[in-house]
């Protein structure tokens, strides 16, 4: 009679897992289609069309994904290392506020003289800088008419012309920006040049582009007009006088030829723009032009400053809609008049380029490749991810690298230079590649970045460049790869409900369902974060949760009302047969006791030294007061370090980190409790004195291990305790103390868990029982910026010492452990001593690796 509910029952389950995994299907390619459809840069940028609408729900996927991002990068950042391969020269407030009040002239005012720029230039180079890059613009000729300083062999040349002849003095050494735009300009007014005048015959366009440098340098065209197999350069003139001068001032000696314009000559005109580009652009292999972002217009040196001496790179980087710039645009295509497409590059690309010594590119496989030196990710529009280098921006004009240096500090050596006298600073730029940009509140050259709102244009460069470098990026994972993702976290969702699913019975029963949801939510963002720390891979984090938790939400409003009915089917069948209290709890599934479970903690043993002394000295009732005060004021610094005490066995305390709340920092916690235990009891050394006639001092053993947490006890009375090797090897090392005459003695474990926050030295290298690998102990120093440089001074001298000892070099060792014992009174260093007199007198075996057996473990 029972088969029938019982079918029932089983088909109601069978319809409730069909629903589940539609519900899954249905958000999963739902959110896994927005995912998959990235919206296009471009279209971001535009105003609002039919495909903007449909593309809507996508772009508002994508923001929120970018702040996900946001977070991973300053994560990333957190955990790198500051490069100095490229420094910042920066042009900061603190160099304008000097200028200010310099009598040199020419620089008391903002813009300086393109000449000290120039001249700053070549210093760098001459002070080792492989490359320098000059992040400022020069699309405006300078207001300056003649040079400020007079440097020698520039006399007659005007601001750019001085500049010019700078950088021509170290061949690629410089690199000059220029910015371009995705609006189209309003073009300039034009002369009209009703005759041209010929300066030269050249075999090819390269060899005739100083020509052509030199007539648009005197602001007018120039034409390159084919003559057979070479090309000639004529520039246009206004009459056939000024067509006799211009020859005679370009320095052509054969009798110049002036003609009249012909409507023809304009498909051979060559202006600035065409001169810039042929100079600028780079081969790309491999790539799809087309597809990279197009620019309408070009913000380019000036003709005077256009050489082949320099390189030329764009600095223009754009925001997200949010405003915050994540990538960084290496390549960019202009359509000429003609129509021809040109790929330009970026500046830190284009530095990249000539330390490769190429001007060849190939893309494959998502990534850049410059030569056979670097390569870097890059989608097919030519962004690549900025990998920063820190955690947020901080102050000064570094941004995520090693260093900025005020660009005063190079001018002081520039001037010290021209006025005959040795250098007032090194540098340290030997090999270095140096970016030279405006830093100061009059430049407003800042960027929001995912590492700080203000983060300097120029440091963005710069980080781009440390990249290209390190040929180390940030990888988006393809959408094919984020749909499967999305799709599979909605299936996810749908397993986790039915899994958990007991019916919406209890406040505690929402919160489960909660709590489940959340665990697996952040076990997905754990993964994502993991994947981006440890493989540079951006995976979508959004898309998947969104989908996992709708279908999860779905799941459990569907499952919940079947549960009822199977609940009303337990409980009518069930309690017809066996007692009604069991039935409830069947239904209820009550969890009556907490399982134990094995977690990584760190333990903490600490012993009062001398208590036996004390309690022979003391009344009953003074040690009594004595022990509760003392034991009072340990208690205090481990809860305020949010450390569990254990128990109290007589004048010891037995501590804990990591449960049963959960930390990554339980070492930091278990070390700073340690040092807070000395503190208290030196601070209060003058009560103890006074009250009790005695000095107090303790000795503490640390170890961080995995260990079984859970109640443990009988049936009259249990305790939230801990139980494995770390608790015994933390009251080992509690006891060790004394063989060492130290105050905190730390397992390796602890020891590299806070390693980042405290000083350790090491203290022995000893074999435990049980352990078939030698263990290190380690003494706690002290916290990191706070070890004094008495101590500091003792640690070197402790470190060579033992470095000495481990390579049998003992009369060495000796000698320096003996002055770490006279000097500093280092009693880990006498102990070293003696072995050493001992080792010194009788060698150890050959086989011997400086592992010491303890005696009676």
């Known amino acids: 009679m029972r088969s029938l509910p019982i079918y029932s029952a089983g088909l109601r389950f069978l319809q409730r897992l069909g629903y589940s995994l539609l519900q899954a299907t249905l958000f999963g390619a739902i959110l896994g289609l927005l995912v998959f459809y990235r919206v296009p840069r471009a279209l971001l940028t535009?105003?609002?069309?039919?495909?903007?609408?449909?593309?809507?729900?996508?772009?508002?996927?994508?923001?929120?994904?970018?702040?996900?991002?946001?977070?991973?990068?300053?994560?990333?950042?957190?955990?790198?290392?500051?490069?100095?391969?490229?420094?910042?020269?920066?042009?900061?407030?603190?160099?304008?506020?000097?200028?200010?009040?310099?009598?040199?002239?020419g620089i008391a005012s903002n813009p300086w003289p393109r000449e000290?720029?120039?001249?700053?230039?070549?210093?760098?180079?001459?002070?080792?800088?492989?490359?320098?890059?000059?992040?400022?613009?020069?699309?405006?000729?300078?207001?300056?008419?003649?040079?400020?300083?007079?440097?020698?062999?520039?006399?007659?040349?005007?601001?750019?012309?001085?500049?010019?002849?700078?950088?021509?003095?170290?061949?690629?050494?410089?690199?000059?920006?220029?910015?371009?735009?995705?609006?189209?300009?309003i073009p300039a007014g034009s002369r009209l040049w009703p005759y041209r005048v010929r300066l030269g015959t050249y075999p090819n366009e390269a060899e005739a582009r100083s020509r052509v440098q030199k007539v648009l340098a005197d602001?007018?065209?120039a034409y390159l007009l084919p003559a057979g197999n070479a090309l000639e350069v004529w520039a246009g003139v206004a009459s056939e006088q000024e067509g006799q001068r211009v020859a005679l001032e370009q320095g052509v000696r054969e009798p110049p030829k002036v003609q009249e314009r012909r409507v023809t000559d304009d498909t051979h005109r060559v202006g600035p723009l065409e001169l810039f580009v042929s100079l600028a652009e780079v081969q790309v292999e491999g790539l799809d032009v087309a597809q990279l972002?197009?620019?309408?217009?070009?913000?380019?040196?000036?003709?005077?400053?256009?050489?082949?001496?320099?390189?030329?790179?764009?600095?223009?980087?754009?925001?997200?809609?949010?405003?915050?710039?994540?990538?960084?645009?290496?390549?960019?295509?202009?359509?000429?008049?003609?129509?021809?497409?040109?790929?330009?590059?970026?500046?830190?690309?284009?530095?990249?380029?000539?330390?490769?010594?190429t001007r060849q590119l190939r893309y494959a496989d998502g990534r850049l490749y410059v030569g056979d030196r670097f390569s870097i990710p890059m989608d097919e529009s030519g962004y690549t991810l900025v990998r920063w280098d820190a955690a947020e921006v901080g102050r000064g004009s570094r941004g995520s690298v090693s260093r900025a240096i005020p660009a005063w500090n190079l001018l002081l050596n520039l001037f010290a230079v021209r006025e005959g006298v040795p250098p007032r600073a090194v540098h340290d730029i030997e090999g270095r590649l140096i970016v030279f940009t405006n830093t100061s509140r009059q430049g407003m050259h800042y960027q929001h970045t995912p590492i700080g709102q203000y983060t300097p244009a120029g440091a963005v460069l710069a980080q781009s460049l440390v990249n290209l470098l390190q040929s180390e990026g940030i990888t988006r994972a393809t959408p094919r790869m984020d749909l499967f993702l999305t799709l599979g976290m909605a299936f996810i969702g749908a397993f986790v409900a039915l899994t958990f699913n007991r019916g919406l019975r209890s406040f505690g029963d929402v919160l489960m369902y909660l709590s489940a949801m959340g665990a697996v939510g952040l076990?997905?963002?754990?993964?994502?974060?993991?994947?981006?720390?440890?493989?540079?891979?951006?995976?979508?984090?959004?898309?998947?949760?969104?989908?996992?938790?709708?279908?999860?939400?779905?799941?459990?409003?569907?499952?919940?009302?079947?549960?009822?009915?199977?609940?009303?089917?337990?409980?009518?069948?069930?309690?017809?047969?066996?007692?009604?209290?069991?039935?409830?709890?069947?239904?209820?599934?009550?969890?009556?006791?907490?399982?134990?479970?094995?977690?990584?903690?760190?333990?903490?043993?600490?012993?009062?030294?001398?208590?036996?002394?004390?309690?022979?000295?003391?009344?009953?009732?003074?040690?009594?007061?004595?022990?509760?005060?003392y034991l009072t004021d340990v208690t205090d610094v481990v809860r305020?370090?949010?450390?569990?005490?254990?128990?109290?066995?007589?004048?010891?305390?037995?501590?804990?980190?990591?449960?049963?709340?959960?930390?990554?920092?339980?070492?930091?916690?278990?070390?700073?409790?340690?040092?807070?235990?000395?503190?208290?009891?030196?601070?209060?050394?003058?009560?103890?004195?006074?009250?009790?006639?005695?000095?107090?001092?303790?000795?503490?053993?640390?170890?961080?291990?995995?260990?079984?947490?859970?109640?443990?006890?009988?049936?009259?009375?249990?305790?939230?305790?801990?139980?494995?090797?770390?608790?015994?090897?933390?009251?080992?090392?509690?006891?060790?103390?004394?063989?060492?005459?130290?105050?905190?003695?730390?397992?390796?474990?602890?020891?590299?868990?806070?390693?980042?926050?405290?000083?350790?030295?090491?203290?022995?290298?000893?074999?435990?029982?049980?352990?078939?690998?030698?263990?290190?102990?380690?003494?706690?120093?002290?916290?990191?910026?706070?070890?004094?440089?008495?101590?500091?001074?003792?640690?070197?001298?402790?470190?060579?010492?033992?470095?000495a000892y481990h390579q049998r070099r003992f009369d060495e060792a000796l000698a320096l452990f003996t002055q770490g014992v006279e000097t500093f009174q280092d009693p880990v260093a006498g102990v070293y001593a003696e072995r050493c007199r001992k080792f010194a007198a009788a060698a150890p075996p050959e086989d011997w690796d400086g592992v010491f057996a303890l005696e009676g473990q």
């Open 640 to 803: 305020s370090t949010r450390g569990q005490v254990d128990k109290y066995m007589g004048d010891a305390v037995m501590a804990f980190w990591g449960a049963p709340v959960r930390t990554e920092r339980h070492a930091h916690h278990a070390c700073e409790a340690a040092l807070k235990v000395r503190t208290a009891l030196s601070e209060r050394r003058e009560y103890w004195d006074k009250t009790y006639g005695q000095h107090l001092q303790c000795r503490i053993g640390i170890d961080s291990g995995e260990v079984l947490v859970g109640g443990m006890g009988s049936d009259f009375e249990s305790k939230y305790s801990v139980m494995g090797e770390s608790v015994k090897l933390s009251m080992f090392l509690e006891s060790l103390n004394r063989a060492y005459g130290t105050f905190v003695l730390v397992g390796d474990t602890a020891a590299r868990l806070a390693q980042d926050a405290y000083v350790f030295r090491e203290v022995d290298r000893v074999r435990l029982k049980n352990r078939a690998e030698p263990s290190r102990l380690h003494e706690l120093v002290g916290r990191k910026g706070e070890i004094s440089q008495q101590m500091q001074e003792q640690l070197a001298l402790y470190e060579q010492a033992l470095t």
């Open 523 to 629: 076990l997905y963002a754990w993964g994502a974060w993991y994947v981006f720390i440890n493989e540079r891979m951006w995976v979508a984090m959004m898309g998947p949760l969104l989908a996992m938790g709708l279908t999860f939400i779905f799941t459990i409003v569907q499952a919940s009302r079947s549960e009822r009915q199977l609940r009303h089917f337990v409980t009518d069948v069930l309690g017809r047969y066996v007692s009604p209290e069991v039935a409830r709890l069947v239904t209820r599934d009550l969890r009556l006791l907490t399982r134990p479970e094995r977690r990584e903690v760190t333990v903490f043993f600490c012993d009062l030294a001398g208590f036996s002394r004390l309690s022979k000295e003391l009344t009953p009732e003074r040690l009594i007061q004595l022990l509760n005060d």
């Open 293 to 357: 972002e197009e620019v309408r217009q070009l913000e380019h040196p000036v003709a005077p400053l256009l050489g082949s001496a320099s390189l030329y790179g764009s600095t223009t980087v754009l925001p997200e809609p949010d405003g915050v710039v994540r990538s960084v645009p290496h390549l960019v295509s202009y359509r000429s008049r003609e129509g021809t497409r040109h790929v330009l590059p970026s500046l830190p690309l284009m530095a990249a380029m000539r330390l490769a010594n």
């Open 219 to 221: 602001q007018r065209p």
């Open 116 to 185: 000290i720029l120039g001249g700053l230039s070549n210093r760098l180079v001459d002070e080792g800088a492989e490359l320098v890059l000059l992040d400022f613009p020069f699309t405006e000729r300078s207001p300056r008419a003649c040079l400020a300083q007079g440097t020698p062999g520039l006399e007659g040349l005007d601001d750019d012309q001085a500049l010019r002849k700078l950088l021509d003095r170290h061949p690629e050494k410089s690199l000059l920006a220029f910015s371009w735009s995705l609006d189209r300009g």
């Open 46 to 105: 535009e105003d609002a069309t039919p495909i903007a609408l449909l593309a809507q729900p996508s772009a508002l996927l994508q923001s929120w994904e970018r702040g996900t991002y946001d977070w991973r990068a300053r994560s990333l950042g957190g955990r790198s290392s500051r490069s100095d391969r490229v420094v910042v020269v920066a042009l900061d407030d603190e160099t304008l506020a000097e200028a200010r009040q310099d009598d040199h002239p």
